[in-house]
């Protein structure tokens, strides 16, 4: 692969020790930045299973798709960026908040912050807490200098470096590789399904749901996680190891 077409962070960039994929972690991180605890991750066990839908609060604000990267993920990845231009947005009239993934090993920080910052999700931000400065610190920014403010954002490696330490398992090291990405999908205040990806050239317009329909919604389900598993499952071979996470009312 081209270094241009590489999206991997350089091995001499900060790196964090990664995020375990567990809701009461991620939950953690985010309420203690300024998320109302109105708000929570979740597990979700199917898409499939009405039944098992049914225990996960409601609505759904932000989806977060954990996969290991693919060469069919990867090899879908390039043929879509190839005619894309790199997106320049910035400004308070930006449909969603993009941050583009210099630190290594932040793909589930990145997904984390992809949710809380765009939507309705938004809304739920602290006045005054760490993370409402740092949207409206990004908010005017080009992605690069945002990309730079997360980067040396103190608050956020104090808080992501507490939140890393805890969970059920072993914090790997921050300089181990892992194969694990993070994609966030989010609805936008137009109502569209956006895939909120740092490793990509920007965010990505999965197409238009109803103004009552959330990010589990089953048309949101077909434009986002469906398609994704599809094209990994017609590949053959594909690893199918994924898990899905929810932003939603919180369950206290």
């Keep these: 692969m081209a270094e241009s077409e590489n999206p991997d962070v350089p091995q001499n960039r900060k790196r964090f020790v ?8 991620m939950s953690a991180l985010v309420h203690k930045l300024g998320l ?9 066990f199917s898409i499939d299973d009405p039944d098992l839908l049914a225990f996960v609060p409601r609505p759904a604000y932000a989806l977060l798709l954990i996969f290991p ?4 993920y990867e ?8 005619e894309k231009a790199v997106y320049d947005g910035s400004g308070p009239d930006e449909e969603v908040i993009w941050y583009k993934q210099t630190i290594g090993n932040a793909c589930g920080l990145i997904g984390l912050l ?35 403010l997360l980067y040396e954002s103190q608050t956020l490696e104090s808080a992501h470096q507490s939140a890393a330490a805890t969970g059920d398992t072993a914090a790997p090291d921050a300089d181990e590789k892992v194969d694990l990405h993070y994609v966030c999908f989010v609805k ?18 999965r197409g ?8 589990l919604s089953e048309k949101a389900l077909d434009l986002g996680v469906r398609s994704f598993l599809k094209r990994e499952s017609e590949a053959g071979g594909g ?14």
Aim: cysteine-free; aromatic content about 4%; glycine content about 4%.
């Design 208 to 215: 238009e749901l109803d103004a009552d329909q959330d990010v």
């Design 114 to 148: 992809h949710g809380v910052s765009n939507g309705e999700a938004r809304t739920h931000v602290g006045p005054d807490s760490s993370l409402e400065k740092l949207i409206q610190d990004a908010i005017p920014l080009k992605p690069a200098e945002r990309a730079d």
């Design 239 to 252: 690893d199918l190891r994924f898990s899905l996470i929810v932003l939603s009312p919180s369950l206290e």
């Design 36 to 44: 109302s605890e109105k708000l929570a991750f979740h597990d979700v």
């Design 75 to 82: 090899n879908f990845r390039l043929q879509e960026d190839k």
């Design 188 to 205: 936008s205040k137009t109502n569209h399904l956006w895939e909120m990806d740092g490793r990509r050239k920007g965010p990505l317009d």
């Design 18 to 25: 990664p995020l375990e994929n567990n809701p009461e972690v």
């Design 69 to 72: 990267v693919s060469d069919t």
